[in-house]
């Protein structure tokens, strides 16, 4: 007779590979096209027993997370982005950095950004009690967004004093279409592109991370309000989430390192 589970894990101590194959499932990465290159980015250690997040995977992060005892740094924004890069000046100090410290590096992107249970804009949907959320703001075949209907009406001003309470951060807000809030669009990091969308939508206010220039003209012309909240700002909550996950699954304790942009 042979055990149900031969491969179960020891809580606080699971075999990386193990790791690495829940995660790929859990997030769906075969099944998401990304620009970056998810899953596992630079293999570490064979045995993960503590956990590090972040959002970004700078030389600071990274060194960050090896002196922490971490091994295993999951990150949204990971070192590989769709084209090959010559391991030299500070991308090679970032390989280095993992590599000398036997670290594990993992990126989620986009399967982080739609993920209905621990993604970014899930995680702030949540947080706001947003009502009745639908999946919009596709990118690549992938809606990485979520919009619908907060419980009540509230003006934009206290609006975006909320989400200032949820991020910690003073929202940028540009008032472009009615003075109150209820139909709301949340799609994390750079998602002004998707204001014409949240106007098709009839949606009053979207909440996004950072604009480009363009996209001041494009909330008073479409007519929507656009509250920013900063790219790194809303997207901890991911990462964040998914560490915890970790946790109440694999039993392994994780610290989020914040390593703010400001931007
Ligand atoms: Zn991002």
New binding site residues.
Partial sequence: MTDAHPTAPTRGEVPRDTLIRWLNEYLNVPGIQDLSLNGLQIEGTDVIRRVAASVDSSAKTIQHAADAGADLLLV??GLFWGKALPITGPHRTRVRTALMADLNLYAAHLPLDAHPEVGNSAMIAQALSLQGAQPFAEWMGTRGGWYGELPFEQSLQDFADRVQKLTGEICLVHGGGIPTVRRLGIV???GAEYIAEAAALGLDTLLTGEPEHKHFHDAFEYGVNVVYAG?YET?VFGVRALAAKLEEEFGLPWQFLHHPTGL
């Fill in positions: 949204h924004h994390t990091g750079s790219h997207e």
